[in-house]
C-alpha cells in the first residue's frame, strides 16, 4: 500500500509503503535552517516544531551559546581516546549526579536511548551477580511501551509490530499492563486503582521466579494507548516498595521525559520516587549531538567499584557530545527553562477544552510541555479511521500545509489490535517557547483538526 493520497495536492504526496514504519511521514520538505521553535525550509516556508522533532528537542534550534561552546571544543579536541580523561565528560557527569535525584550519582555515557537502555539492562543483570544472585537476569517492563530498537530492547519494547521480523532473536521476559485511566473501573479513585495497578507487578515477579527477576523498566508516564498518561503518586510508591521487597532494581526510562520536558529536571521527582537506575537521551544534549547516558545509584555502582562495568562504546562521551550535554543543561539553568516550562505549561494546557471541543479528540493530557491529543473517529464508540482512509498520513499532512511540523504517532497506516484506542498526536514543543507562540501552535492545530474531520466527513 502507498501513502499517496488523491486528496492531497501533489507536494503533499509521500512516496513509498510507510505503512508499517514507526512514525515516519516523508514529506518533500528540505530542511535549510533551524531558530527557537522554527524550521525553515528551502522554498522559505516556516513551520512550527511542534514535537520538538522525535520528542527530542528541549533547547530552541540554533542556540549561539551552543555554537561557541562546539568551536571552543573544536579548538582543542573533538575527540579523546575514552582511556584519557575528557574534562567536559567529567564535568557532564558531575552535573548529571548534581541535578539527578538522590543517590544516582555515578553516570555512563552512550550514543542514545536505545543503548542506554541496553546498557541499564546489562547494568542490572552486573549489579546481581557482583552481589551474589547470578540467576537475576529477567527485566519486566510494561506492554505498549518503547524502549529502542536494538535487540535487547525490543524484547522489553511492548510493541509487537516493531518486533515482528526479529522475534526469534529477541530475549521474551514477562510484560505487564501499565497504569490506564482508561481502563478505571466506574467508581474506583486513581489511588486505589493505582495500588491494583501496581500489584500486576507483584505478580509477574512471582510468576516468573523472584530468584530470577533483575529489574522492572518503565516509563515515569504512559506509553502507547496511554501515552502521556500520569499516574498517581501512589502508583510509583507501590512499584518502589514492590521492586524492595523482591530485590528487582527499579529502571526508571526518562529518554523522553528527563531534562525538563515536564517541569522537572527529571520526571519521577514528580512522584517523590527514585529509580536504581535511570536512562536518558533526546533532551539530554537537544540532539545538537547524538548523547545518552545511565546514571546509576551509589548501591548499584558499588559493586562496579571494584570490578568494572562491563560497558564502552567508541562514541560514548564523545568530547562534542559531551559539549552538547553540559552546554544544554547550562541553557536550561540559564534560561529558567524548567519555570518557563511549568508556566508556558500550564497555559498549553489551558486549551484543552477547545481541543476537547472536536469531534475527534477524545482526551488531552500530559504534564509541563508535553500534551498528548488521543484522536478517534467516534467518541462514544471508540471507532477508529479504516485504513482507507490513510486519517493519519491526511493529518499531518494538513498539519504541515498549516506551518506544524508533528511526530508521527505509532500506528503508520493501519492500527494493530494491540492498541484499539486512538491515535495519539503529541504537542512537545522547544521549552523555549512563549505563551504567545503555543497561541499561534493551538490556533493551527484547531485549524488542521477542523480541515481534517471535514476532509473525514466528521466536521
Ligand atoms: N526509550 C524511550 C522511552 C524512547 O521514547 C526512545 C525513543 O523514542 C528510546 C528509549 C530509544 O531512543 P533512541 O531512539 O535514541 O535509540
Redesign the pocket.
Known amino acids: 500500500m502507498t501513502m499517496t493520497d488523491e486528496r492531497l495536492p501533489d507536494a503533499l504526496k509521500a512516496e513509498g509503503d510507510w505503512s508499517s514504519i514507526f512514525s515516519y511521514h516523508p514529506m518533500e520538505i528540505t530542511l535549510e535552517r533551524a531558530k527557537g521553535i522554527y524550521l525553515y525550509a528551502e522554498d522559505g516556508k516556516r513551520y512550527i516544531d511542534a514535537s520538538g522533532g ?2 527530542a528537542v528541549n533547547l530552541g534550534h540554533g542556540d549561539p551559546r551552543m555554537k561557541a561552546a562546539f568551536m571552543d571544543q573544536m579548538d582543542k579536541f573533538a575527540y579523546c581516546h575514552p582511556v584519557l580523561a575528557n574534562r567536559k565528560r567529567a564535568e557532564l557527569c558531575a552535573k548529571i549526579a548534581e541535578i539527578a535525584p538522590g543517590d544516582l550519582n555515578t553516570t555512563y555515557l552512550v550514543a ?6 541496553e546498557t541499564a539492562m546489562k547494568a542490572a543483570r552486573q549489579y546481581h551477580v557482583l552481589n551474589g544472585s547470578p540467576d537475576k537476569y529477567k527485566v519486566i517492563s510494561n506492554f505498549e511501551s ?4 536494538t535487540l535487547a ?1 525490543l524484547g522489553v519494547s511492548g510493541s509487537p509490530g516493531t518486533q515482528r521480523y526479529f522475534e526469534p532473536m529477541i530475549p521474551k521476559w514477562p510484560h505487564i499492563h501499565q497504569y490506564s485511566d482508561y481502563k478505571r473501573p466506574r467508581g474506583v479513585s486513581r489511588e486505589e486503582w493505582a495500588l491494583q495497578s501496581a500489584s500486576e507487578l507483584e505478580v509477574a515477579i512471582i510468576y516468573a521466579g523472584p530468584r530470577t527477576v533483575a529489574a522492572y523498566l518503565a ?1 515515569p508516564h504512559g ?1 502507547g494507548c496511554d501515552y502521556a498518561v500520569v499516574p498517581p503518586k501512589e502508583y510509583w510508591q507501590a512499584i518502589r516498595e514492590i521492586c524492595d521487597r523482591y530485590d528487582v532494581l527499579l529502571i526508571a ?1 526518562e ?2 521525559t528527563g531534562f525538563g520536558r515536564t517541569g522537572k529536571w527529571f520526571a519521577m521527582e514528580h512522584f517523590g520516587v527514585q529509580a536504581d537506575i535511570m ?1 536518558t ?2 533532551g539530554i544534549s537537544s540532539m545538537y549531538a547524538p548523547l ?1 547516558a545511565v546514571t546509576v545509584s551509589d548501591r548499584v555502582n558499588e559493586p562496579f567499584e571494584t570490578r568494572a562495568f562491563s560497558h564502552g562504546f567508541t562514541s560514548g562521551g564523545h568530547a562534542l557530545a559531551c559539549v552538547a550535554g553540559l552546554t544544554a543543561i547550562q541553557i536550561i539553568e540559564e534560561d529558567g527553562l524548567l519555570e518557563n516550562c511549568e508556566r508556558v505549561g500550564r497555559h498549553l494546557f489551558s486549551h484543552r477544552e477547545r481541543l476537547l471541543a472536536h469531534p475527534t479528540v477524545k482526551d488531552v493530557r500530559g504534564w509541563g510541555l508535553f500534551l498528548c491529543c488521543e484522536l478517534v473517529r467516534d467518541k462514544e464508540t471508540m471507532e477508529f479511521f479504516s485504513p482507507d482512509q490513510n486519517a493519519e498520513h491526511l493529518y499531518q499532512s494538513i498539519a504541515l500545509k498549516n506551518g506544524l511540523v508533528l511526530y508521527g504517532t505509532l500506528y503508520g497506516g493501519r492500527r494493530s489490535p494491540t492498541m484499539l484506542r486512538g491515535l495519539p498526536t503529541w504537542i512537545c514543543p522547544p521549552l523555549c517557547i512563549t505563551e504567545e507562540q503555543v497561541d499561534d501552535l493551538i490556533d493551527r492545530l484547531d485549524d488542521t483538526l477542523t480541515e481534517w474531520e471535514g476532509l473525514l466527513g466528521l466536521g
Open positions: 522525535p520528542m542514545g536511548g536505545s543503548e542506554a537502555v518503547y524502549h529502542g530498537m530492547t516509563t506509553a526510562d529518554v523522553i536512562t537521551a533526546k545518552g
